[in-house]
């Protein structure tokens, strides 16, 4: 199975600021990552698939880039709302996995 | 509207079963697969597998193929996935979703507890 690796599994972060959370897979999946939200007590929602495109309603702040092995979302200018957990997975291989999440806190 | 409500919460013994329905509304059934994933409290997310309602096709993680069936009503648009044999650590939030890439739309999530 390939391994996803999100860093930093924590971070704290101002509303404003810039964030940028890594994922790297433990072998090439081309472009096949999509990255989600979760906030707490909910189901997460898709932001970005195919590593870089953004999913229909989600605020262009977002945005990913990557391929291969090593990818990042970018979060341009934090907002209130985005304080959640974030989670990398790839398609690119059967079973499709996770990362193990990276929590975004309020500094 | 994509809308996806899950069966309520269930509580199971170690050796039971549970089947976790899903009804879809807001677009044609068999158009998009629908995918299974799952996740134990406070832990991250794990994929279980799939299941095509245009012709019943599915695709199931190893882990789980001897203990999972995934099925479809396509009179009613309703998706189903079986568990047996249920053990502790089975105990999760389980999701249906759609598509069987990307997750694109969630449902709501259907508490599964596993104790003795």
């Known amino acids: 199975d390939i391994q996803m690796t999100q860093s930093p599994s924590s971070v704290s972060a101002s509303v404003g600021d810039r964030v940028t959370i890594t994922c790297r897979a433990s072998?090439?999946?081309?472009?096949?990552l999509a990255w989600y939200q979760q906030k707490p007590g909910k189901a997460p929602e898709l932001l970005i698939y195919?590593?870089?495109s953004l999913q229909s309603g989600v605020p262009s702040r977002f945005s990913g880039s990557g391929s291969g092995t090593d990818f990042t979302l970018t979060i341009s200018s934090l907002q209130p709302e985005d304080f959640a957990t974030y989670y990398c997975q790839q398609a690119n291989s059967f079973p499709y996995t996770f990362g193990q999440g990276t929590k975004l806190e309020i500094k | 509207q994509v809308h996806l409500v899950q069966s309520g919460a269930e509580v199971k013994k170690p050796g039971a079963s549970v089947k976790v329905s899903c009804k879809a509304s807001g677009y044609t059934f068999t158009t998009y697969s629908i995918t299974w994933v799952r996740q134990a409290p406070g832990q991250g997310l794990e994929w279980i597998g799939w299941?095509?309602?245009?012709?019943?096709?599915?695709n199931y993680v190893q882990k789980f193929r001897d203990r999972v069936t995934m099925t479809t009503d396509t009179s009613t648009s309703t998706a189903y996935m079986e568990l047996r044999n249920l053990i502790s650590d089975d105990t999760a939030l389980y999701y249906c979703v759609t598509g069987s890439a990307w997750a694109d739309f969630w449902g709501q999530g259907t508490l599964v507890t596993v104790s003795s």
């Open positions: 072998q090439g999946i081309a472009s096949w």
């Open positions: 299941i095509s309602p245009y012709n019943g096709n599915t």
């Open positions: 195919a590593a870089s």
